[in-house]
Nanobody, 114 residues
Framework: QVQLVESGGGLAQAGGSLRLSCAASGRTISVYNMAWFRQAPGKEREFVARISWNGGTTQYSDSVKGRFTISRDNAKNTVYLEMNSLKPEDTAVYYC???????WGQGTLVTVSS
């Protein structure tokens, strides 16, 4: 059973940057695609980015394409989300997901002020 723990959230100004981390424990995630989702207050959880098991393929939602970068370090069993040019509408709780394992982290809050 895998545990996912997100970190790196916090308060940022519009135009600023944050880097989120998702550390996995309990089993390796190196053979699994991983993803980030987010849920803003009063809204449905939405897809943000996905990365293939070897990092060779990435996908992004239109709302973050060109601003966010997903990456992974399989040696560290960790996935990252580099967020640049942040906007107030990026404010949300960000969740790490391993779909094949049915696993979600507890989330980390990102707040972007205008």
């Amino acid at each position: 059973q895998v545990q996912l723990v997100e970190s790196g959230g916090g308060l940022a100004q519009a135009g600023g940057s944050l880097r989120l981390s998702c550390a996995a424990s309990g089993r390796t995630i190196s053979v699994y695609n991983m993803a980030w989702f987010r849920q803003a207050p009063g809204k449905e959880r939405e897809f943000v980015a996905r990365i293939s098991w070897n990092g060779g393929t990435t996908q992004y939602s239109d709302s973050v394409k060109g601003r966010f970068t997903i990456s992974r370090d399989n040696a560290k069993n960790t996935v990252y989300l580099e967020m640049n040019s942040l906007k107030p509408e990026d404010t949300a709780v960000y969740y790490c997901n391993a779909a094949a394992l049915g696993a979600w982290g507890q989330g980390t809050l990102v707040t972007v002020s205008s």
